[in-house]
């Protein structure tokens, strides 16, 4: 393993490690005081909870025996999202009072130096009997502990669920009349692997088929595993039914676990894979050119997968509408140099849960729902399945219905 890898995965490590003492620290020493067998008991569940996701984790990718198991998955996936929310809720309660410490000893410290006398006590903590700290902590610690699992549970029921149909109509300003109506699914980001299999993908294709599409966009963030391992489990694609067919493009999780191999794997099983190139759709008198591109960070992958929307548009024959599949929403910067129209796009999951659902709007340009770029349309999903921890508390998954529209014929 490179150097740069055995140090970014040590130093996550530890400060994985750090925060979970945080956590059994702030439950067993604020608040009331517990017996010794209680102390024990939630340091052991805090360990557990530190180390099992990482067996799961990191041992699925070294081949560590048995950790490829799908009840080690579930349980280290599960420990995951509740850790990351204990994490969380600590920081919020822990911070104001550790921000107000600080402050308490640097004006003590300031007071010492110039020689004062005692200073009258201005911190919160000085001004509340024990009994009451004491009280307001186990109030905290309730709801550390209580928000989590039920956060945990919540988001654990939306995830699981067979996702939504959510509808969008997209207006277009002279869109050809053959073109008004036209219907497009969208699928992204299912994840397929540790906790999403096969079974739960054919319910997803047959919601899908339901709804009686135009064409399926399937715009990357499939798997989560090699081809020889999951392939049996993306069979359900091969039933797609649309129209005009079904077209995907590479996420960044494929290329974690061969991204060529998958592109032909998918390929084989029918929807048609976009590298970096078009294909025309024609629908009475109108064209639609529909094109793809290959995840952004595919390029430290494989060379050959450089993202590349003007390459996917070159040697366009005329067409009345272009539409570029694209898995991440900062494609839309390159796809509206290109001159597309329209942009789909996933990879944000909207978050997921929270906090992820707010910080992901430091880290994306557009995060979920139709959004226009200079002249190009973008809608970006919030996925259809989930990564990592099943949990969508807050950040429901999605399967996606666009409708194109006549801009002054939309619907009120």
Known sequence: MPLANVLFFATFLSMWAALHVWVARRLVRQGREYPPWLRRMIWGVLVALAVVPMLGFFGRRLDVAGADTDLLQWVGFVFMGLSSLLITFTMIADTPRLVAQGGLALRKRWHERRGSGPEEPTATSDLVSPGRRKFFADVANYGIVGGATGLSAVGFVEARRVPRVVEVDVPITDLHPDLDGLRIVQLTDVHVGPTIRGTWLRKVVDAVNELD????????????????DLSPELAALADLRARHGSFFVTGNHEYYWDGPAWCAAINALGPTVLVNEHRVIERGDARLLLAGVT????????????SDPAQAKAGAPEHDLSLLLAHQPRSIYAAAKAGFDIQLSGHTHSGQY?????LIHLMQPYVHGLARHEDTMIYVSAGTGYWGPPNRAGSPAEITLLTLRAASQRPQ
Do not use: I, K, Q, Y
């Open 295 to 306: 995840d952004l960070g595919a390029a430290r992958h494989e060379p050959s997968h450089l």
């Open 354 to 358: 929270f906090p992820m659902s707010l």
């Open 213 to 228: 599409p135009d064409l399926v966009a399937l715009t990357g963030d499939f798997v989560d595993g090699f081809v020889a």
